[in-house]
């Protein structure tokens, strides 16, 4: 199975920062990637799609990129409403997997 | 809109079987398949498997084979997902999603709480 490994676990940021997750995975997946927002309590939301496309109604802060095995997802200036936990995703394998999450708080 | 509703939460005994149930509405049900993802209490997702509503072929995680069933019924737009030989590790929020293979989830379900305890 492809493994992925997001980093950090945990981030801590203010409103108006910019803040970059990074997700890797075992082994390459080209741009077969996704990322997910997650609120406590709540089914995750997506948010990109082919490492780099906003799903549509994404606020434009959102961006993704990379390809391959290295990929990020930067928020470019934190709204209060982005504090939450986030997930990177593969499809390039028919037997999809998830990164462990990073739980982005507020500092 | 689309709409993934999923049944209510469960409490099953160790060694039981639950059986959660997904009804899309909203698009083709044909047209796409299911997903199914899990969250144990405080922790990440999990994928299970994927479910063809076109054909009924299915992709499982090998964590998972011979212990899950994942159907559909087209005349219903419902898919199921059973999970057998329940243990305390399998109490989870279980969701079923909307997606085919080799293309990302894009809608999810609520969530169904499966709580496995003696």
């Known amino acids: 199975d492809i493994q992925m490994t997001q980093s950090p676990s945990t981030l801590s940021a203010s409103v108006g920062d910019r803040v970059t997750i990074t997700c890797r995975a075992s082994?390459?997946?080209?741009?077969?990637l996704a990322w997910y927002q997650q609120k406590p309590g709540k089914a995750p939301q997506f948010l990109i799609y082919k490492a780099s496309n906003l799903e549509s109604g994404v606020p434009s802060r959102f961006s993704g990129s990379g390809s391959g095995t290295e990929f990020t997802l930067t928020i470019s200036s934190l709204q209060p409403d982005d504090f939450a936990t986030y997930y990177c995703?593969?499809?390039?394998?028919?037997?999809?997997?998830f990164g462990q999450g990073t739980k982005l708080e507020i500092k | 809109q689309v709409q993934l509703v999923q049944s209510g939460a469960e409490v099953k005994k160790p060694g039981a079987s639950v059986k959660v149930s997904c009804k899309a509405s909203?698009?083709?049900?044909?047209?796409?398949?299911i997903n199914w993802v899990r969250q144990a209490p405080g922790q990440g997702l999990e994928w299970m498997g994927w479910?063809?509503?076109?054909?009924?072929?299915?992709n499982y995680a090998q964590k998972f084979q011979g212990r899950v069933t994942m159907t559909t019924d087209t005349s219903t737009s419902t898919a199921y997902m059973e999970l057998r030989s329940l243990r305390s590790d399998d109490t989870a929020v279980y969701y079923c999603?909307?997606?085919?293979?080799?293309?990302?989830?894009?809608?999810w379900g609520q969530g169904t709480l499966v709580t496995v305890s003696s």
């Open positions: 999603a909307r997606g085919n293979s080799g293309s990302p989830v894009d809608y």
């Open positions: 909203g698009y083709t049900f044909t047209s796409y398949g």
């Open positions: 995703q593969q499809y390039k394998s028919y037997l999809y997997t």
């Open positions: 082994q390459s997946i080209s741009n077969y």
């Open positions: 479910i063809s509503a076109y054909n009924g072929n299915t």
